[in-house]
């Protein structure tokens, strides 16, 4: 499975971000999600998806200003965070885990397949 990132780069505080990734694979029993790591800090979950029962989780620090669309037919996972904070700056990454899940973790040590992740800063 290879995931590619697209988007990122500067965004001034107050705006949005929509980053996607690209996943190689169909199958439906694989855990997709996003991660980021700011400087000095261990990377941590932003939000997870599993394919086949369209779960959805969302760390506390974005829930209620964040969405991840999946497009099945582009093979897409996207990130969409609104009303963006300097806190928000970190490289972001999308992840993967192939399994029969009952939920996606936001722990970022369950994943294996990662992309080589996208710079996002945010201005104040």
């Known amino acids: 499975v290879l995931l590619v990132e697209f988007g990122g780069g500067f965004v001034q505080a107050g705006g949005s971000l929509r980053l996607s990734c690209s996943v190689s694979?169909?199958?439906?029993?694989?855990?997709m999600g996003w991660f980021r790591q700011a400087p000095w800090k261990e990377r941590e979950g932003v939000a997870t998806?599993?394919?086949?029962?369209?779960?959805?989780d969302y760390a506390d620090s974005v829930k209620g200003r964040s969405t991840i669309p999946h497009d099945n037919r582009r093979n897409t996972l996207s990130l969409q965070i609104d009303s963006l904070e300097p806190e928000d700056t970190a490289i972001y990454y999308c992840?993967?885990?192939?399994?029969?899940?009952?939920?996606?973790?936001?722990?970022?040590?369950?994943?294996?397949?990662w992309g080589l992740g996208t710079q996002v800063t945010v201005s104040s």
């Open positions: 992840a993967a885990r192939r399994g029969f899940d009952s939920y996606c973790p936001l722990d970022a040590g369950a994943y294996d397949i």
């Open positions: 694979t169909t199958t439906y029993h694989i855990c």
């Open positions: 998806f599993y394919r086949n029962t369209r779960f959805l």
